[in-house]
């Protein structure tokens, strides 16, 4: 995808606070942070959002799952972490790439909408 923000930023045209990377994931910190902790779990592959994925690539969908409680380990979140992913209009997507918001750091609103 060309012209995918996420997409470009895990090509490094885009810059980006990385976090982790492996051959399947790329997880980097939101430049607009809701927390303390708030990194972009994103897939390699172009998936346009959860749904798409889970449809396409469950394996995938899964993978990113396990890298996201991996990260929030290696960020310090043993207290506890929200994953959290929008899919579509009406959660109010803004970047049609698969991505899971990881936050933490400190309490949260138990307010989920
Ligand atoms: P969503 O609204 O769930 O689609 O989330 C998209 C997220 O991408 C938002 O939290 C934005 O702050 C974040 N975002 C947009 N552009 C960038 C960027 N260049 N680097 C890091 N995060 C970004």
Redesign the pocket.
């Known amino acids: 995808m060309d012209d995918c ?2 997409c470009r ?1 895990i090509r490094g045209e ?4 990385k976090v982790y990377e492996d051959d399947r994931v790329y997880a ?7 927390a303390p902790v ?1 990194v ?1 779990v994103v897939p390699k592959a172009h998936y346009k959002n959860v749904s798409d994925c889970a449809g396409k690539d469950p394996g995938l969908t899964g993978y990113v799952f396990k890298a996201c409680t991996d990260i929030a380990r290696a960020e310090g979140l043993e207290n506890g972490f929200r994953l ?3 899919n579509g209009p009406d ?6 790439h698969m ?1 899971v ?1 990881i936050l933490g750091g400190a309490k949260l609103t138990d307010k989920m909408g």
Do not use: G
């Not at 885009?14 to 606070?17: D, E, G, H, R, V």
């Open positions: 923000l996420f930023i885009i810059p980006s606070a980097f910190r939101d430049i607009n942070p809701q708030h972009l959290t992913t929008n959660a109010c997507q803004s970047v049609e991505h918001h």
